[in-house]
């Protein structure tokens, strides 16, 4: 079984930057994505970003092209959400996720998750 750990959550202004840490255990070949997802109050969660752990491919949701970059550090087993430009709609709780492939996650069929970390961007 895949463990996720988030770290790195926190309140930020508007135009800020955080960074977002994902420690994983218990990976096998069964899980190649991590990603990252979102889930703002009274919203559904949704897909923000995932990258292939094996080949690096990387998949972003429209909301956040050009601002937040996924990259994964496979000697430290963890991924990281660089998240920049942030805006108040970005404000949601981040749950890392595991999943066989990036197809599988984008379809949000997971097989791990975080226990969130709380984002909170102020205007």
């Known amino acids: ?25 218990g990976r096998t070949a069964t ?11 009274g919203k559904e969660r949704e897909v923000v970003t995932a990258i292939s752990w094996s080949g690096g491919t990387t998949f972003y949701a429209d909301s956040v092209k050009g601002r937040f ?36 996650m984008k379809s949000g069929s997971i097989g791990s998750w975080g226990q969130g970390t709380q984002v909170t961007v102020s205007s």
Not at 1 to 25: D, I, N
Not at 32 to 39: E, I, N, S
């Open 31 to 41: 899980s190649d994505a991590m990603g990252w997802f979102r889930q703002a109050p």
């Open 69 to 104: 970059t996924i990259s994964r550090d496979t000697a430290k087993d963890t991924v990281y959400l660089q998240m920049n430009s942030l805006k108040p709609e970005d404000t949601a709780v981040y749950y890392c996720a595991a999943a066989r492939y990036l197809a599988t």
């Open 1 to 25: 079984q895949v463990q996720l750990v988030e770290s790195g959550g926190g309140l930020v202004q508007a135009g800020g930057s955080l960074r977002l840490s994902c420690t994983v255990s």
